[in-house]
């Protein structure tokens, strides 16, 4: 379980002091699926860092799985990023002139996977998400669509609980899209918690739960059956 406590995360824009996240609790279930949408700068990648642990809380706390994450050292932190979370972004994060298959083990290398294990492990996540063929193509030469699916195989080869996924769908078609949403769906049936970040009324409607942000506020929070718009 993911408990947010009175998390504030402000940022200071010359003299301006921007309330990003202000004051958020709320839980998350293992395995639950939830959407976090809302406005351009209402704080959703700001939330999703602080959950991945890619920031740093100003106040609050934030508890995973007992843990609390804000209080770890940068080891711990480095552990926690690498084997409890899977991150994907808009902005797929890849390294362009690596191969498929390289830019996925990089995640392995870095959790000190042997390198004995990594080869099954890497054709593994490919095939799941349906890159096997192109493992030893570059991914500068791959559509936006198969890059942010070597970014979801990257995000899942450690096999971690919880996925963030931050627009991953913010830059694909509507084809492409669905396949993304395809694979969290398969992956919240196998077990993940998901946290997904969108614009798009449909993929929310996907979630268990939808949570709306505003000013870095949560003003609404419900199953997603009763979300309207
Ligand atoms: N690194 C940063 N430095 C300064 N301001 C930031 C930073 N990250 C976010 N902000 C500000 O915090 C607010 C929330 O941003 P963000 O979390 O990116 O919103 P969203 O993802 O909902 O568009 C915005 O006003 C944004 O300008
Ligand atoms: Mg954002």
Same mark, same amino acid.
């Given at each position: 379980m993911i408990v947010l406590d009175n998390v504030c995360r402000t940022f200071r824009i010359g003299e301006e002091l921007v $309330?990003?996240? !202000?004051h958020i609790s709320l839980k998350i279930n293992d395995n639950e699926f939830v959407a976090v949408v809302g406005r /351009?700068? /209402?704080g959703k990648s700001t939330l999703m860092n602080l959950i991945g642990a890619l920031d740093h809380v100003d106040s609050g706390s934030i508890i995973v799985n007992g843990t !609390?994450?804000? $209080?770890?050292?940068n080891r711990d932190l480095a552990e926690y990023r690498l084997k409890s979370t899977g991150f994907i972004f808009q902005a797929f994060h890849l390294e362009p002139l690596y191969t498929v298959y390289d830019n996925v083990r990089i995640a392995l290398m870095i959790a000190d996977i042997p390198p004995r294990l990594q080869k099954e492990k890497v054709i593994n996540v490919l095939k799941k998400v349906g890159l096997e063929s192109k493992n030893g193509v570059k991914v500068s030469k791959l559509s936006g669509g198969e890059r942010q699916r070597v970014a979801i195989a990257r995000a899942i080869v450690n096999d971690a609980p919880i996925i963030l996924a931050d627009e991953p769908c913010g830059n694909l078609d509507s084809l492409n899209s669905g396949l993304i949403m395809d694979l969290l769906k398969t992956l919240h049936k196998y077990g993940k918690t998901i946290i997904l970040v969108t614009h798009n009324i449909n993929d929310a409607k996907c979630a268990d739960r939808i949570i709306e942000l505003k000013d870095g506020r949560v003003i609404r929070d419900e199953a997603s059956d009763l979300f309207s718009i």
């Amino acid at each position: 379980m993911i408990v947010l406590d009175n998390v504030c995360r402000t940022f200071r824009i010359g003299e301006e002091l921007v $309330k990003a996240v !202000d004051h958020i609790s709320l839980k998350i279930n293992d395995n639950e699926f939830v959407a976090v949408v809302g406005r /351009s700068g /209402s704080g959703k990648s700001t939330l999703m860092n602080l959950i991945g642990a890619l920031d740093h809380v100003d106040s609050g706390s934030i508890i995973v799985n007992g843990t !609390d994450i804000t $209080k770890l050292n940068n080891r711990d932190l480095a552990e926690y990023r690498l084997k409890s979370t899977g991150f994907i972004f808009q902005a797929f994060h890849l390294e362009p002139l690596y191969t498929v298959y390289d830019n996925v083990r990089i995640a392995l290398m870095i959790a000190d996977i042997p390198p004995r294990l990594q080869k099954e492990k890497v054709i593994n996540v490919l095939k799941k998400v349906g890159l096997e063929s192109k493992n030893g193509v570059k991914v500068s030469k791959l559509s936006g669509g198969e890059r942010q699916r070597v970014a979801i195989a990257r995000a899942i080869v450690n096999d971690a609980p919880i996925i963030l996924a931050d627009e991953p769908c913010g830059n694909l078609d509507s084809l492409n899209s669905g396949l993304i949403m395809d694979l969290l769906k398969t992956l919240h049936k196998y077990g993940k918690t998901i946290i997904l970040v969108t614009h798009n009324i449909n993929d929310a409607k996907c979630a268990d739960r939808i949570i709306e942000l505003k000013d870095g506020r949560v003003i609404r929070d419900e199953a997603s059956d009763l979300f309207s718009i």
